[in-house]
C-alpha cells in the first residue's frame, strides 16, 4: 500500500477546495483510506494518520473510528507517538465514553515514567477528560508529583490536581499537606497553579477557607513583591510583572476576606498600594484595577478604601474602550446600594452614558441611573431620563418608562410635577408603558382634587387631532367625562385657562369614536366620557343622546353593549342617571395578601382601579356588583347578580340590577320591583326548593386554599332544569383568629348566567371551629366547561385584605 500523504499536504489540498461539496469529496476519500490503514493495523503510519483524523475533526467532520487507534498510539513507547495519542483522547474521548476507562492504566504508567515530558503528557490529559473513576484511581499519583522538587511536573500536577477536585470533592484532604510549601515556589508558574488550587478548596469547603486564611500575609507578601520589583522580561506584560497571577492572587485574597475582619484588615494596606502604583494606560493595568475594585468591595474594607475603588470605576467610564466602560458600568450597579453617596458623585458621567452608541452600555446606564434617583436629584434627573426616552431605541422604552413611573410615584415633590411627568412619557411612549399606567394615573388624578381643572385641560390640549399615543387617548377621554364641566367653565388656575364650549369638546370625544386609530377599549372610554358628560352638561343632552343610541347598533360588541345600557338609562332610569354618573370618589389603597391589580394590555379590556374601600361589616350590598369589574380578565367574562340580605331596603345599586336584568335578551322585561333582590334569569329556581335529584358522584372540589382561608365547592343538579348547577360554597379558616367582614364574590363567561345568595354570616371563626355557607346558581343551558374567577374580601389581623383566583377544575359531572 503507498505511503499515506501528509498532514501539511492534506491541508493544502482542503484550502485548494473551490465548494464545500468539493471540500467533503476530499475528506470522504481520505477517511476511506485512513480506514483501510486502521484495518492493515499499520503501525508505521499510524500517527500521521491519526494527525490528519484530528486535523478533520477540528474542521467539524466524524472522526469517532479512530478513538481506539488513540489509545494503541498511548500504548507506544515512541514519545512522538504518546503525543499524537494523549492529543486524540483530549480530543475525541470524554468520560461519557467507556472507552476512556481503557486508558487508565497507560496513564498510571505514564504518571510513573523517567521522562517529565511523558509524564506531563498524562497529567494534562487526566486534568483535561478524567472520569470521576480514573480521578480516584489515579489521585495517588497525582498527589505525589504534587510533591516533586521538578517545578515543571508541580504546575502541571497542581492544575490536574484542581480537576480531581472538581470531579470528586472528598479527596481534597489528601492533597492538604501538598499545598504547605506551594507558596514558597519561585518559579511563576507553580505559584500560579498553587493559586488556582487553593482557590478551588477554598470554594468548595467552608473548613479548608477557615484553614488556608493564615496564608494570607504569605498572599500579600507575595502580591507586594510582583508590584514593588523591577523590570522582569521573563513575566512582564505592557510594563508589568505578571499580571495573570496578581489577577489570580486578588481573586483568592477576595476569597479569604469575606466576611472575616482580621483577614479583611490584613490586606487592605495591599490593596490601596495596588489600586494606586497599577499603570492604566494599558488594558493590562486596567484588569488588575479591575480586580482590585472588586476585591475591596467584596471583603470588609475601610470606608476611603471602596470610596478609591468608586472612583477607580468613575475613571473607567471615561475610558476610551467600550468593554471598560461597559464592565465599570456592571460593577457601579452592584455597589450603588452600598455606597450610594459614592457613586453619586459620577451622576453627571454615569448620565453622559446614556447618549453612548453602544446598546448594551446605555441599558446599563439607564438602569444606573435610575438606581441613583432620589429626593434631591429627581428634577434634574427625570429631564436627563425623560431626553433619553424621547431619543432612544424602541426596545428601551418599556423598561425607562417604568422606571420613570416609579421614580415619580416615590420621589414626586409635588402632585403637579407627578402628573406633568406622567403625562409627558405618555405623549412620547404612551404605546409603550405598562398596562397599568392609566388606571394608575387615573387613581393619580382622581386623588388629587385641585389639580382637576389644570389635569383636564392639559389633557384636552394634548389630544387635539392626535389619537396616536393610546393610553394618553384614554386618559384625557376619562377625565373630560368627570371634569368636563370644568374644563367648559375655565377654572384653571395654575395656567392660563382656554375658551372651550361644550360641542367643541363633544367634537374631539366624538373623533376619537372614528378615528382609525382608536382601539375598541379607547373607544369604550370615549362613548363612556360622552354618557358621562349628560350629567355635567345643560345643552347637549339631546346630542348627547343622539350619540348614544347611533352606537347601539355597533359592530363592536363592547360598544353595542355600552350603548344599550346607556339608552335605557336615558330612556327608563333617567332619574336616577344622575346618581349613577356622579364623579368617583378618592381611591384609597389597601393592604392585600395577593395581586391587586389586573390590567389589561392596550387594545383588550377597559382598566379599573382594585383600590376600593371594603364594604360595612355583615353586608354584601348590591352596589358590590359594580366592582365586579375587578374581576374582569377579558371581554368574554360576565360579572354575578349579588342578591342582598332580605331586610336591605331597595337601592339605586339595586335599580341598576334591574337594569341589567331587563337587558338580558332572554329575560321578560320586568318594572322596577320594590324588593331588594333583582329579577333574574335563574329567579324562577329560587322559589322551587327540591333539587333532591342530585347527580350522583359529583365530587366536591377545594376552589382556594391560602393563608388559612380554605373555600369548598359541593355541587348539586336540579331535576326540573338540568342545565342549572347549584354550588355550595363552605368557607373555613384554620388560622387563630376570626376572619371579619368576609365578602365573596364570582364572574364567569357570558355563555353563563350566574346568581350568588346571600351568605350565612359575614364572620369566618378561627381554628375551623366554624364556616360560611353561601348558595351559587349557574345556568350552562349550551353544557360549556364551567370557568369561574372568585375575589375573596375580608379583614384579618387588623388589615383589610383582598385576593384573586381563578377555578378551573370543577368535575365533568357538574356542568355536562
Not at 302 to 312: Q, Y
Not at 428 to 454: C, F, K
Not at 633 to 657: Q, R
Not at 728 to 749: C, G, H, R, W, Y
Amino acid at each position: 500500500m503507498p505511503a499515506p500523504i501528509r498532514l501539511r499536504e492534506l491541508i493544502r489540498t482542503i484550502r485548494t477546495a473551490r465548494t464545500q461539496a468539493e471540500e467533503r469529496e476530499m475528506i470522504q476519500k481520505e477517511c476511506a483510506a485512513i480506514r483501510s490503514s486502521f484495518r492493515e493495523e499499520d503501525n508505521t503510519y499510524r500517527c500521521r494518520n491519526v494527525a490528519k483524523l484530528l486535523y478533520m475533526h477540528m474542521l467539524g467532520y466524524p472522526a469517532h473510528f479512530g478513538q481506539l487507534e488513540c489509545l494503541k498510539l498511548i500504548a507506544s513507547q515512541k514519545f512522538t507517538d504518546k503525543r499524537i495519542g494523549y492529543l486524540g483522547a483530549m480530543l475525541l474521548l470524554d468520560e461519557r465514553q467507556d472507552v476512556h476507562l481503557l486508558m487508565t492504566n497507560c496513564i498510571k504508567n505514564d504518571l510513573n515514567h523517567s521522562t517529565q515530558y511523558v509524564q506531563g503528557l498524562a497529567l494534562c490529559t487526566l486534568g483535561c477528560m478524567g472520569s470521576s473513576e480514573m480521578c480516584r484511581d489515579l489521585a495517588g499519583e497525582v498527589e505525589k508529583l504534587l510533591k516533586t522538587s521538578n517545578s515543571y511536573l508541580r504546575k502541571k500536577a497542581a492544575l490536574c490536581a484542581v480537576h480531581v477536585i472538581r470531579k470528586v470533592p472528598e479527596l481534597m484532604e489528601m492533597f492538604l499537606p501538598a499545598t504547605k510549601n506551594l507558596l514558597n515556589e519561585k518559579n511563576h508558574g507553580v505559584l500560579h497553579t498553587s493559586v488556582v488550587l487553593l482557590t478551588e478548596m477554598c470554594e468548595r469547603s467552608p473548613d479548608m477557607l477557615a484553614h488556608f486564611r493564615k496564608l494570607v500575609p504569605q498572599l500579600v507578601r507575595i502580591l507586594k513583591n510582583l508590584i514593588m520589583s523591577g523590570y522582569s522580561p521573563e513575566h512582564d506584560v505592557s510594563g508589568i510583572s505578571d499580571p495573570f497571577l496578581q489577577v489570580r492572587i486578588l481573586r483568592l485574597l477576595r476569597i479569604l476576606g469575606r466576611n472575616d475582619d482580621d483577614s479583611s484588615e490584613a490586606m487592605n494596606d495591599i490593596l490601596a498600594q495596588v489600586a494606586t502604583n497599577t499603570e492604566t494606560s494599558k488594558n493590562v493595568g486596567n484588569a488588575i484595577l479591575y480586580e482590585t475594585v472588586l476585591t475591596i468591595m467584596d471583603i470588609k474594607s475601610e470606608s476611603g478604601l471602596r470610596v478609591l475603588a468608586i472612583n477607580i470605576l468613575g475613571r473607567f467610564l471615561l475610558n476610551n474602550d467600550k468593554n471598560i466602560r461597559y464592565v465599570a458600568l456592571t460593577s457601579l450597579l452592584k455597589t450603588v446600594q452600598t455606597d450610594h453617596n459614592a457613586v453619586q458623585r459620577h451622576r453627571s458621567t454615569i448620565v453622559d452614558c446614556l447618549k453612548d452608541l453602544d446598546v448594551s452600555i446605555k441599558r446599563r446606564a439607564m438602569e444606573l441611573s435610575f438606581a441613583l434617583v432620589n429626593g434631591n436629584n429627581i428634577r434634574g434627573m427625570m429631564k436627563e431620563l425623560l431626553y433619553f426616552l424621547d431619543s432612544c431605541e424602541p426596545e428601551f422604552k418599556a423598561d425607562c418608562a417604568s422606571g420613570i413611573f416609579l421614580a415619580a410615584e416615590k420621589y414626586a415633590p409635588s402632585k403637579r410635577w407627578h402628573i406633568d411627568t406622567i403625562m409627558r412619557v405618555l405623549t412620547t411612549a404612551g404605546s409603550y408603558v405598562r398596562d397599568d399606567a392609566v388606571p394608575n394615573l387615573i387613581q393619580l388624578i382622581t386623588n388629587s382634587m385641585e389639580m382637576h381643572a389644570y389635569t383636564v385641560q392639559r389633557l384636552y390640549k394634548a389630544i387635539m387631532g392626535d389619537y396616536s399615543q393610546q393610553p394618553m387617548v384614554q386618559v384625557a377621554s376619562w377625565c373630560i367625562g368627570e371634569y368636563g364641566d370644568l374644563l367648559v367653565s375655565g377654572q384653571c388656575e395654575e395656567e392660563e385657562p382656554i375658551q372651550v364650549t361644550e360641542d367643541e369638546v363633544l367634537d374631539v370625544l366624538e373623533s376619537v369614536l372614528v378615528s382609525n386609530m382608536s382601539v375598541s377599549v379607547t373607544r369604550g372610554y370615549a362613548l363612556t366620557a360622552i354618557m358621562k358628560l349628560s350629567t355635567r352638561f345643560t345643552c347637549t343632552v339631546n346630542r348627547i343622546k343622539k350619540v348614544v343610541s347611533i352606537y347601539g347598533s355597533s359592530i363592536d360588541v363592547e360598544l353595542q353593549q355600552r350603548a344599550v345600557e346607556y339608552n335605557a338609562l336615558f330612556k327608563k332610569y333617567d332619574h336616577m342617571r344622575s346618581a349613577l354618573l356622579e364623579r368617583m370618589p378618592v381611591m384609597e389603597k389597601l393592604t392585600t395578601n395577593g395581586p391587586t391589580d389586573v390590567t389589561q394590555p392596550n387594545g383588550e379590556a377597559e382598566p379599573t382601579v382594585l383600590e376600593t374601600k371594603p364594604p360595612p361589616s355583615g353586608l354584601q350590598p348590591t352596589s358590590q356588583a359594580n366592582d365586579l369589574l375587578d374581576l374582569l380578565g377579558g371581554n368574554d367574562i360576565t360579572p354575578i347578580i349579588s342578591t342582598a340580605p332580605p331586610n336591605k331596603p331597595a337601592s339605586a345599586g339595586g335599580e341598576l340590577l334591574d337594569l341589567l336584568g331587563d337587558l338580558n335578551p332572554t329575560g321578560p322585561p320586568a318594572p322596577a320591583p320594590q324588593i331588594s333582590q333583582p329579577p333574574f334569569l335563574l329567579d324562577g329556581l329560587s322559589s322551587q326548593p327540591i333539587f333532591n335529584d342530585i347527580t350522583a358522584g359529583i365530587p366536591p372540589i377545594t376552589a382556594y386554599n391560602k393563608n388559612g382561608l380554605k373555600i369548598d365547592f359541593a355541587f348539586e343538579r336540579s331535576n326540573t332544569n338540568p342545565s342549572v348547577t347549584v354550588i355550595t360554597i363552605q368557607a373555613s379558616n384554620s388560622t387563630e383568629l376570626d376572619m371579619t367582614d368576609f365578602v365573596f364574590q364570582a364572574a364567569v363567561p357570558k355563555t353563563f348566567q350566574l346568581q350568588l345568595l346571600s351568605p350565612s354570616s359575614s364572620v369566618i371563626p378561627a381554628f375551623n371551629t366554624g364556616t360560611i355557607t353561601q348558595v351559587i346558581k349557574v345556568l350552562n343551558p349550551q353544557k360549556q366547561q364551567l370557568r369561574m374567577r372568585i375575589k375573596l374580601t375580608y379583614n384579618h389581623k387588623g388589615s383589610a385584605m383582598q385576593d384573586l383566583a381563578e377555578v378551573n377544575n370543577f368535575p365533568t359531572q357538574s356542568w355536562q
